[in-house]
């Protein structure tokens, strides 16, 4: 489970505090699949690094239970003078999966090909975030964090993270922050707005939507 | 999808941690073995030209050490843990604000990143010395006195400077001004704690104010250790144990005091 009660966040600035959270809450638990709308500045960035356990609330609690993912597609860590299979392995450690799996996983996924054993700096941006993408559907946990991306590449590698994430989310908790409403009418059970600095639910994704629109 | 997805083991506490700061200890090593196949050779290659280097000097300058002590030897084992410490604190206290993005990786924690860096650095110099060491004892003919109490010296350095990193680098989180100090500090470090001179070869005024520096006890344990009674070692084990729990444990509390101020929009 991952809980967030009354969360705040502010920020110092120059002519004074900001508050972007202003007392979040909520309730997450396997198999809840929540979508986040929010306009431009309504502070989703910071929701999604409190949220991702990165940067800790000025105010309130949070109860993590689960393990989360980093952002999907995210390249936290990665560094980028080791090559794509180092990265990966790095990643296999860390998360305490098979090696020899995670290498075969992520340079099939990734379609790299010779490129899995070079330094990820000679990559290209479009290899690099197939790289990200692979490395974020190689780890099983519990809660997936999407911040916008959730696919990357042309329509065929496209359609394959989306595969991917249909697999991935069966048994876990999603909460995806997004502009794209399709995904979120396609993945998401529930959704609520970010507004003001809190979090307003609706009774269904439809309803958050609409809400949405309408701000 | 054919492929076939890959699962974590489930694990908890030490395993979980120790699997946290393993990989990220390989990570840190493949970065600094560079790609090349030489790579472990350029790693141990500053500490041990700097070594060398200064050990060399001072041989070369033809003062001679009382009881026919080897020259190149002593300065080279009491300038590379010095070294360690130098480096441990340099890099280690960086670990912090260097690091925010691995955060986002829920398992690793402020500590395992020092951990895994700052074991990296300390196992480089336990090389380089031990290089030294087999070269003392070819060269020179020289076999370690007391090698189980020379390692525990080194590694007493090592633990050390892990505290002092881990102040430091908390510190640096509240006061970003701290960064510019470190440098200064650990260079000015070099000539109050006796890795080039003896306790012995000094007025018992100096030598009483130097061992207030727990690593003044550190090299003059090593050096006993080393070469035996041919030293004549001024040192207080207990003060410099006390100084490393201390440090460590003001470490650590500093981090968990730094962690919810770490931000990424600084």
Redesign the interface.
């Known amino acids: 489970m991952l809980e967030l009660r009354n969360v705040w966040k502010s920020?110092e600035q120059r002519h004074g505090r900001k508050d972007v959270l202003r007392g979040i809450n909520v309730r997450l638990r396997r198999g809840d699949h929540l979508g986040i709308l929010g306009r431009n500045g309504a502070g989703k960035s910071?929701l999604v690094?409190v949220l991702?356990?990165?940067?800790?609330p000025t105010r309130g609690s949070i109860r993590?239970e689960m393990?989360?993912s980093?952002?999907l597609g995210?390249g936290?860590?990665i560094?980028s003078?080791?090559?794509g299979r180092?990265n990966a392995?790095?990643i296999?450690?860390?998360?305490?999966?098979?090696l020899s799996?995670?290498e075969?996983?992520v340079e099939?996924?990734s379609e790299l090909g010779r490129y899995f054993d070079e330094?990820v700096k000679y990559y290209s941006s479009g290899m690099r975030s197939r790289l990200m993408m692979a490395l974020s559907?190689?780890?099983?946990f519990d809660g997936y964090l999407v911040d916008e991306a959730l696919s990357t590449g042309d329509a065929r590698f496209a359609n394959k993270c989306l595969?991917?994430f249909e697999?991935?989310r069966k048994n876990a908790a999603v909460i995806m922050i997004s502009h794209n409403l399709n995904h979120v009418r396609r993945y998401c059970r529930t959704a609520a707005v970010l507004r003001n600095g809190i979090l307003e639910f609706y009774e269904d994704v439809d309803e958050a939507i609409a809400a949405y629109q309408g701000l | 999808?054919s492929?076939?997805?890959?699962?974590?083991?489930a694990?908890g506490g030490a395993r979980?941690q120790i699997?946290?700061i393993?990989?990220?200890f390989?990570?840190e090593m493949?970065?600094r073995f560079?790609?090349s196949r030489i790579g472990y050779v350029w790693l141990m290659a500053e500490p041990m030209i700097l070594g060398t280097m200064i050990s060399l000097l001072h041989s070369l300058s033809g003062k001679d050490l009382p009881n026919g002590l080897p020259t190149f030897l002593f300065y080279a084992l009491g300038y590379t843990p010095f070294l360690m410490f130098r480096s441990i604190v340099n890099r280690g206290s960086g670990a912090v604000t260097n690091n925010?993005?691995?955060?986002?990786?829920?398992?690793?924690t402020l500590l395992d990143t020092m951990i895994a860096r700052n074991l990296m650095e300390m196992l480089v110099c336990f090389t380089v010395c031990l290089l030294f060491i087999v070269m003392g004892m070819v060269v020179f003919h020289e076999v370690p006195h007391q090698p189980a109490l020379l390692l525990a010296g080194w590694f007493m350095s090592a633990l050390l400077a892990h505290g002092l990193a881990m102040v430091i680098g908390s510190a640096q989180v509240m006061m970003e001004w701290v960064e510019h100090l470190v440098h200064p500090f650990t260079y000015l470090l070099l000539p109050i704690s006796a890795p080039f001179y003896m306790l012995d070869m000094l007025p018992q005024g100096t030598r009483e104010a130097l061992l207030w520096n727990p690593l003044v006890s550190i090299h003059e344990l090593n050096r006993w250790a080393m070469f035996g009674d041919r030293i004549n070692p001024y040192y207080d084990i207990p003060y410099v144990l006390a100084w490393i729990l201390g440090l460590n444990l003001l470490g650590m509390a500093g981090l968990r005091v730094a962690?919810?101020?770490?931000?990424?929009?600084d």
């Not at chain 2, 925010?100 to 690793?108: D, K, M, P, Y």
């Open positions: 920020f910071t690094r991702a356990g990165v940067e800790a993590r393990l989360m980093w952002p995210g936290y860590g560094q003078s080791l090559t180092n392995r790095f296999a450690r860390l998360y305490g999966m098979s799996q995670t075969v996983f099939d996924f330094p559907f190689a780890v099983d595969t991917m697999e991935r | 999808m492929i076939e997805i890959p699962r974590r083991e694990m979980a699997q946290v393993s990989a990220l390989m990570r493949l970065t560079g790609t925010i993005s691995l955060l986002f990786h829920n398992r690793i962690r919810p101020r770490l931000s990424l929009s």
